[in-house]
């Protein structure tokens, strides 16, 4: 089979079963592109994870771009990327085309009149469990409350606190 | 105009987006809700709502949604708001593939410098504090009500923030579950 058309299947096939975002999505790769495929080995793919995890845009677009690379250069990137994009692209139009005409529904907007609070709180515990994984301290948990409050109180642009904190990181690293 | 704009934001959304789908949450609602006015508060808590259900990483869903709804609300039919689609979720994803396949081309043995993981070290606290703004942003009035407007349903709202974060953040309970049991609480109580 042709390896453009295949990579563009397998990571399509990867975009369509891949619930609740970027990381749940990481075992389904290593199935389909290390163990079945045989695309890159389980080594590569640890670091490619690293790599992908540490740069900046959606993680599943970054691997996606990794392995098509590795596979047939820019052209192959280009393949798995489309491929993994495609389906929440597909997914996501007809929702955005119908769903006006849903939402003044009673029934619909009350169900989400529940969601909307659920849907905060999902956010504000992974917060919690980032903060445990960036191994905070307390000579820094300065950092992520000056970051918050930056932005929620003076609104400031997040990319603004993205490019301070770079170039604090990089002044640290010097000293 | 507006597609230079959608263009030009998920742009920088896609450049400047540390930390994941949830690390991305503060700079994709900073840009579209507050700078572009191109969604409310509710309308984008209910794109988070819809990404968790559906499959597909955040950041291209709400690209993807955004790009219809801007241009649609814009005035415009729906082919070319498809096309809007398009736009902002291609913009979305191209400094990806530039970076991606620039580190496979000549950055790779770069990446594992005392310098480049430095910066990772000023990154990683800084998009904690992303997400810690991004959960405070959405908690207002458009999500929860207020006490004096009307106390019935703000009082669910918190009852239901909570559950929903003992829920999955000691239950484990699956997320995509939580949303449905929020959702039929919802029905009843507030219909």
Avoid at chain 1, 45 to 51: E, F, Q, T, V
Avoid at chain 2, 103 to 121: E, G, H
């Amino acid at each position: 089979m042709n390896i453009y058309w295949d990579s563009f299947k397998t990571f399509f096939h990867i975009g369509i079963f891949t619930l609740g975002g970027g990381y749940a999505m990481i075992p389904l790769i290593e199935e389909e592109v290390v163990n079945k495929k045989k695309w890159v080995t389980k080594d590569d793919m640890l670091d490619l994870i690293a790599i992908a995890q540490s740069c900046p845009g959606v993680f599943a677009i970054n691997i996606a771009t990794f392995i098509g690379y590795k596979l047939r250069k820019t052209r192959g990137a280009i393949c798995t990327t489309l491929g993994t994009a495609l389906p929440s692209f597909l997914i996501i139009l007809a929702i955005a085309m119908f769903f006006s005409q849903f939402k003044d529904n009673k029934v619909v907007a009350a169900m989400f009149r529940g969601i909307r609070p659920a849907v905060v709180a999902l956010i504000a515990v992974p917060t919690f469990r980032l903060g445990q994984r960036a191994k905070l301290n307390r000579y820094t948990i300065w950092i992520p409350i000056a970051c918050a409050l930056a932005i929620w109180a003076l609104g400031v642009s997040p990319i603004y606190i993205i490019m301070i904190a770079a170039v604090g990181g990089y002044i640290y690293g010097r000293l | 105009m507006i597609f230079v704009s959608l263009f030009i934001t998920f742009f920088e959304i896609g450049l400047f987006g540390f930390g994941g789908g949830y690390g991305m949450l503060s700079l994709i609602q900073h840009e579209t809700v507050e700078a572009h006015h191109w969604l409310s508060t509710s309308e984008f808590t209910d794109i988070v709502a819809i990404s968790q259900m559906t499959p597909g990483p955040i950041g291209i869903n709400s690209a993807t949604y955004c790009g219809y709804t801007a241009i649609h609300n814009a005035g415009y039919g729906h082919l070319v708001s498809i096309l809007g689609s398009a736009t902002a979720t291609f913009a979305l994803v191209l400094p990806s593939l530039i970076l991606m396949i620039l580190i496979s081309k000549m950055f790779m043995k770069y990446m594992n410098t005392p310098l480049v993981q430095s910066i990772f070290t000023g990154l990683r606290p800084a998009v904690v504090g992303l997400l810690a703004a991004a959960t405070l942003l959405l908690c207002n009035t458009e999500n929860f009500s207020t006490p004096i407007e009307n106390p019935w349903q703000f009082g669910i709202s918190c009852a239901l923030f909570v559950a929903t974060a003992f829920g999955t953040g000691y239950l484990k309970i699956n997320p995509i579950r939580m949303i449905c049991y929020a959702a039929f609480a919802g029905l009843l109580l507030l219909y």
